[in-house]
């Protein structure tokens, strides 16, 4: 909806006319492509506007300054520099879509073109007119100017007589439409944010469901951990399932029991239960939250619903309306280790990287904490935390080293040797990469690998 050719050459030569000999008193840029001067006539102050913004260039005359936000741009400074105080000397439309404001401060010519053609710019001319600075881009030269087209479009500026009522009715004609574009671009503002929480709650929520729907598959689990429990001997060692016969309510059934065939049958039975444990753990937590994440997904969809109908008055009505009407959340903090759980209850901490083990072991771990590492292979530091003078449990140990070999580069390993001292006995390495140490007061020993202790471990991981 920019000023047409023909309508702007109508502008400017009713500006030229009353404007011609203006003092440029101050300068506003309250949008890059936007420039207000406030020029001076004896008897007379007026706003003109020389904007470039897409489907929206003009020349025109304000009523009321735009009020600016932020601090001042690097091209409204020059502008400021340039042009305050100069006078307003010619104003010539030199292509279908190109003006030139030439101004004069003392023998010295400053030039301001308006390509309204897009994409739009503002450029300011020196003398001879060497590039000075432009709008949201460097210093250049003014493109070849648009040609005028053979047919005009029929103009829909009034027939008036006054120039200065013509200015004012240019930026009349293009008001609404700009309050409209900026009432849809708070909107947005507002709006979208909402909808990214909302969609975001959404998939948790399913996730969640999914979650606390696992009950059954729990069950199942305990099921067959109880068969295995009532028929070790009929289990043989190394198949991939068992036919188990069980009796309930109903009568008998057969049932068939998938098998690890690494694993003896207390082993099979064991495994079923700690998975019934885990999935029972993760249901009941996941139940637990449910209702309150629906109430959270309720209460975002209302918001979110207020956001859309808000009318665009009060979107208009001031630059509070910009924040979006969001929590702010805390911000995140890394935590530089994994935690697992050993049987005993005692805490695991696994680092997850170099610099992350160099922050687990110089940053977290105390002095006479247990300290871990894969022997002879890049891999995780990992810290058991002690009290002063404790010895570690054997099955905290065992536990500690099947995490250690399990995270380090040659994982996969059935076997490996696992090194532990205190922390205190661990040094860096000076000049090395984050992450590589010395330690001393260590011993070793050789670690296989149960794939039922690991797959329990692996499952005890604190959720962050």
Not at 109 to 114: A, E, I, W
Request: with cysteine; net charge positive; aromatic share 4%.
């Amino acid at each position: 909806m920019s000023l047409r050719p023909a309508e702007l050459a109508i502008v400017t030569a009713a500006l030229r006319a009353a404007l011609s000999g203006a003092v440029v008193q101050k300068v506003g840029s309250p949008a890059p492509l936007r420039v207000e001067l406030e020029v001076r006539r004896p008897g007379r102050t007026c706003r003109l506007v020389v904007c470039a913004e897409p489907e929206a260039a003009r020349l025109s005359l304000a009523s009321v300054r735009t009020a600016a936000t932020g601090a001042p741009s690097p091209w409204l400074l020059r502008l400021r520099k340039e042009l305050v105080g100069s006078r307003l000397s010619a104003l010539e439309q030199t292509g279908a879509r190109e003006v030139e404001l030439r101004f004069d401060r003392q023998g010295s010519p400053r030039t301001l073109v308006l390509e309204a053609s897009a994409p739009g710019a503002l450029l300011l001319l020196g003398e001879g007119r060497r590039p000075l600075a432009a709008s949201g881009e460097k210093a250049r030269e003014p493109r070849p100017p648009t040609p005028v087209p053979e047919r005009a479009a029929p103009s829909r500026l009034p027939a008036l007589s006054d120039p200065l009522a013509l200015g004012l009715a240019v930026e009349a004609l293009f008001s609404e439409k700009e309050a409209g574009a900026r009432a849809v671009a708070l909107r947005r503002q507002r709006v979208q944010p909402l909808r990214t929480r909302v969609e975001r709650l959404r998939r948790t929520l399913e996730k969640v469901r999914v979650e606390a729907s696992r009950t059954g598959a729990a069950e199942e689990q305990r099921r067959f951990g109880e068969l295995l429990r009532q028929n070790i001997a009929a289990v043989p060692r190394g198949a991939r399932e068992v036919l188990l016969v069980e009796y309930s309510a109903e009568g008998t059934r057969p049932v068939s029991v998938p098998l690890e065939p690494g694993l003896d049958a207390r082993a099979q039975a064991e495994r079923y239960f700690q998975q019934y444990r885990r999935l029972s753990r993760g249901s009941a937590r996941a139940s637990a939250r449910l209702a309150e994440l629906q109430e959270e997904f309720a209460a975002a969809e209302a918001e979110l619903a207020a956001a859309r109908a808000v009318p665009d008055a009060e979107l208009l009505a001031g630059p509070a309306a910009l924040a979006p009407r969001t929590a702010r959340l805390p911000p995140r903090t890394h935590q530089p280790y994994r935690v697992f759980h050993a049987r005993s209850g005692d805490r695991i901490l696994v680092g997850r990287a170099g610099r992350d083990n160099d922050a687990l072991t110089f940053g977290v771990a105390r002095p006479d904490d247990l300290w871990l590492h894969a022997r002879g292979i890049p891999g995780a530091h990992v810290v058991v935390p002690m009290a002063r003078g404790a010895e570690v449990p054997q099955e905290t140990l065992l536990d500690a080293a099947h995490l250690a070999l399990h995270h380090a580069r040659g994982a996969g390993a059935d076997r490996g040797e696992v090194s532990y001292t205190r922390a205190k006995f661990v040094r860096r390495v000076k000049g090395a990469a984050p992450g590589a140490v010395s330690y001393s007061r260590e011993k070793t020993f050789l670690v296989r690998l149960e794939p039922g202790r690991l797959e329990r471990l692996l499952a005890s991981r604190e959720e962050p």
